[in-house]
């Protein structure tokens, strides 16, 4: 349950570093627009190569620039809400949130995620036909159901109602809690912060 | 016992009504009919000239044949010159008057700002026959400006049937052909170099039929079949 | 309307254009992607090649074809040695010829499809767990349908419509490789055949037409779920 | 290397792809944005007639050009009306095949282009005061340029390597309608030429790899911003 | 400096039917994911024609099916700021906030807004490359900058942090204020909903 960072990376004429240590649970990233949350998530993903640093989550290097370690994005075990929801255009609600899923998965599991987002009426419906709040959680479901061995979340809760919010994170923190997930958060509600931070970290 | 298929006889295009008339006639002697791929003379040859399974080569000229003879394609002793044929002017039906192609004559005159249609006059037969012919008679300086140039000599008989053109140089055959032209003059034969139509097997040949058949073209039948389309034959 | 001869050519182009299309789909898309995701050096020169069929006036790639299929030449060499056959005056070389003449068109569309596809899509693919190779087949390659559909019309159209690359290099032997406009062509030498050709020109069109109609009923499925369509 | 008549059989060519590719670009726009944006009956038709260059023969094609262009034509007899003169045996002629030949394939990438452009950002142009006229100026037509550089050399391509249409059409007369296709047509009908012919050839191969080099930094200007590229 | 809406519309299998009647100032629409909140801006926009209704803005009527009247959606004077930013990725910045002004706008006003929203430095980039506040403040800046006679801001704030969020509101409580315009807000924060809001509505 712990993330290990320390990375750099130079993006048009920005600089962008960000170093820190987190012991367990979950981690809340938080600073100003265009700070480099978003950048650090895609270089812990794998999506953005840092021109140096170190990347170790929960034991496992995923990069090392010193020792030349470049873990590929799908073998990172990576679950990562994007800040834009990203689904697949071509596939059903249904299709997408399976994409990632083992084989071996529990369907107990996946009932209870999809009934938290609150998403099971969508199943057979095109991304393009879903509200921004709907298109947001099944992505949500996406990468949660994709047996992640951590999760970068990108302003997950933003536009969504409070009370589903509620749920939605008392859902991740159940997550974390029973399957001792590192959880890597953005977001910009001080209050969310504060409830949820094991640690805040600020860009 | 007949061979399962006919042999496969490369033909240049200009002979596809006179050469099908033929196929046909050797087919009621039983044997089966031959398979006749028309293109042009080059075409045909390269392919000859390649190597490609066929049986019989006719070509338009002399030339073509030479080429293969050139490669070793030939099977040797059997080419023979069987066919040949008259330059003429063209006109589009329902208009009058002929003109007499002496040396000298005003054809550069009688075409005004309009053009005559040839075969390409550096590379198709039909059209190094006309613009030989036109050379004789000591106009070709005044007409060659004025000359369109067909990629054959069906699509020069084509323009002047359209009225694209009023006036064409075509094969005689190729004038009797169609309905909608008529002759307007006829090129004196001393005028250019005879034109004539070999026959050839070709090495590459494996059909039992194609002697038969190369046999039957030169035949006094075939001959007259191919009198019937306007050929001249020896 | 038509008579049984005119049947067999029709059967005959169909097979050959479809047989074409089918075998050169996999091999345009190859290149389309190559063209658009790959950097090396000297991609503008695989992209010329590419181009050649088009720009070459078809009689010059058949004569190219014929050098390389004939029994001596360097592709006819391997065919004889592994089939014992040849293409040459065969439907398989209409087939190749059809094929080659269509490349340029179907990688084009290809590849503009291709291009636009959002890299981010394949980006969180990846992040669910799958590896280059299921991303290519699971969200590239089916983005990229509409530009095989138009690629796949196009290229038909044109291997349905190929003249001079095919008589120049298979001939044009009835039963084999007179296709639809061969025997067009044929009927084009014969003074006073118009009604002929405007009949064969008709079927051709009617095929055409017949493809586009299945392109876009296809292209109207794949596309249900987005906005491309 | 190339003689002065060859040079100028070069400089012939480019004019005659040149021209037809610039008059034939809006035109074949104004058709892809009706098959991609447009829900008539009878669409399936026009797209068919669009793609009929590409399923005839060429020489069908010409042969119809022909009909539809000589002075007793429909076409021809209007344009005689109109200028006195006639399109036949003119370079313009050899314009307007070139033209119609390459139509098809402009098209097809042209739509592609424009069936992917977002419909959201012509909704958030609207409500920022643009009518659909600035709409089309400022983000359709930008936005589908990919599609159309690639319909430009698809088309300068197969508009440089015109051949059958043009010789029906328009004869082969030097200096007029004489394109690298039909200089190196002539010269395959001569045995022995085969040097002269792959000397013509490599040119052709040499200016539409130009076009290509072109076009590629065309679309990379283009594209700085977007995606796309 | 008013709303009054009644309008109805299917889409797919939902019936969103919405009917407010909001004198002056700003009104928050408010409601849980997928209610039609967004559907609801696009039909008073133009972009979705209802089915039925009537949408009338300070005295203008936008649209009356009883009387058959439909303003084209440019002739609407809407500043729009969708869910997602929506920029025009083939212009620059600078070219996406221009696209809607009006020749004679003030260069002043300008600068102001570009500086409230902290975009200034932004100008000469692609939207591709913008960071996700960044994206949605050039989005803001793009649709007050269109000489507007009326507000549609679908969540604008999510995803900006809260020193940022308060200058923005004050902007637009401005605008409000000086030029009259009468703005629809859709929020999913109450304590927002609560301070902004001079009427609620829920949908
Ligand atoms: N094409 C469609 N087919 C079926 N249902 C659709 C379609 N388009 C939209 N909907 C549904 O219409 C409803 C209203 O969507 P809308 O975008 O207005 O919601 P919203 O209130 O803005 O939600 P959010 O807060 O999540 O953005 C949603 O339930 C959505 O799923
Ligand atoms: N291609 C690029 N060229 C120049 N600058 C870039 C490019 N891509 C990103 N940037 C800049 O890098 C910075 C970091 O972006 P990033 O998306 O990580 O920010 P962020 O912290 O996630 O912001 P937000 O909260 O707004 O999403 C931003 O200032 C952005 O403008
Ligand atoms: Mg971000
Ligand atoms: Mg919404």
Not at chain 1, 38 to 44: E, H, R, V
Not at chain 1, 80 to 88: E, G, K
Not at chain 2, 42 to 70: H, I, N, T
Not at chain 2, 149 to 161: F, G, I, K, P
Request: proline share 5%.
């Amino acid at each position: 349950m712990s993330f290990d960072v320390d990375v750099e990376r130079r993006i048009g004429n920005a600089d962008i570093a960000c170093r820190f240590s987190a012991e367990g649970g979950l981690t809340v990233l938080f600073g100003p627009s265009g700070a480099g949350k978003t950048s650090t998530l895609n270089m812990i993903a794998g999506l953005l190569r840092p021109d140096r640093g170190r990347i170790v989550v929960d034991g496992h290097i995923l990069f090392d620039s010193a020792s030349g370690i470049d873990v590929a994005v799908e073998k990172r075990r990576v679950g990562y809400v994007f800040q834009d929801p990203r689904l697949f255009p071509h596939k059903t609600v249904a299709a997408n949130l399976l994409y990632g899923r083992r084989d071996n998965a529990d369907t107990s599991e996946f009932d209870r995620i999809i009934d938290i987002l609150g998403i099971g009426h969508l199943m057979e419906r095109w991304p393009r036909t879903l509200s921004g709040g709907e298109a947001r959680r099944v992505a949500i479901g996406r990468a949660l159901l994709s047996d992640p061995a951590f999760l970068l979340l990108d302003e997950p809760l933003s536009s969504l109602d409070r009370p589903r919010r509620e749920e939605i994170m008392v859902l991740i923190e159940r997550m974390r809690d029973e399957l001792g997930l590192p959880i890597l958060m953005v977001t910009h509600d001080s209050e969310e912060a504060n409830r949820l931070g094991t640690r805040t970290i600020s860009v | 016992q007949a061979h399962a298929r006919g042999p496969l006889v490369l033909a240049a295009a200009s002979l596809q009504e006179s050469m099908n008339a033929a196929a046909d006639a050797w087919a009621r002697h039983g044997h089966p009919r031959p398979v006749l791929s028309f293109a042009g003379s080059s075409s045909l040859a390269r392919q000859a000239a390649a190597g490609a399974p066929a049986d019989l080569f006719v070509s338009a000229d002399e030339g073509w044949m030479d080429y293969l003879q050139k490669r070793g394609r030939l099977a040797p002793g059997t080419r023979a010159t069987f066919l040949g044929n008259q330059l003429v002017l063209i006109a589009r039906a329902g208009t009058h008057g002929s003109i007499a192609l002496r040396k000298g004559v005003d054809l550069a005159g009688i075409l005004g700002r309009n053009r005559l249609a040839m075969a390409s006059y550096n590379s198709v037969p039909a059209g190094k026959y006309g613009k030989a012919a036109l050379i004789n008679l000591g106009i070709w300086d005044r007409v060659r400006p004025k000359v369109a140039q067909a990629d054959n000599v069906r699509a020069a008989l084509a323009l002047v049937e359209r009225g694209a053109t009023p006036f064409g140089i075509v094969y005689a055959t190729d004038a009797a052909a169609s309905e909608q032209v008529r002759v307007a003059g006829i090129f004196p034969p001393s005028s250019h170099a005879p034109i004539r139509y070999p026959v050839a097997r070709l090495k590459a040949s494996t059909n039992p039929d194609a002697e038969g058949f190369r046999r039957f073209l030169l035949s006094k039948e075939a001959a007259a079949i191919f009198r019937r389309f306007g050929f001249t034959t020896r | 309307m038509l008579s049984a001869e005119q049947w067999g050519v029709v059967a005959l182009s169909l097979k050959i254009a479809g047989v074409a299309i089918g075998v050169t789909i996999p091999i345009a898309f190859a290149l389309a992607y190559l063209l658009a995701r790959g950097r090396f050096p000297g991609k503008v020169l695989v992209d010329g090649i590419v181009h050649l069929p088009l720009v070459l006036p078809p009689v010059v790639t058949g004569w190219l074809l014929l050098l390389a299929f004939a029994p001596d030449g360097p592709v006819g060499h391997v065919i004889e040695a592994v089939t014992g056959g040849t293409v040459l005056f065969r439907w398989t070389g209409a087939a190749i010829a059809a094929g080659v003449m269509a490349l340029p068109l179907m990688v084009r569309a290809m590849r503009l499809s291709i291009e636009s596809v959002d890299r981010r899509l394949e980006q969180a693919a990846r992040t669910l767990g799958a590896g280059p190779g299921r991303v290519f087949r699971t969200i590239t390659l089916p983005l990229s349908v509409p530009g095989i559909l138009a690629g796949a019309v196009l290229g038909f159209a044109r291997g349905l419509g190929e003249f001079g690359a095919t008589i120049t290099f298979v001939s044009n032997v009835p039963g084999e490789t007179q296709t639809l406009p061969l025997a067009i062509y044929s009927k084009l030498q014969v003074p006073g055949s118009e009604h002929a050709v405007v009949q064969l020109a008709l079927v051709s069109v009617a095929l055409s037409l017949g493809a586009l109609v299945v392109s876009e009923l296809l292209a109207r499925r794949a596309g249900r779920g987005f906005h491309v369509l």
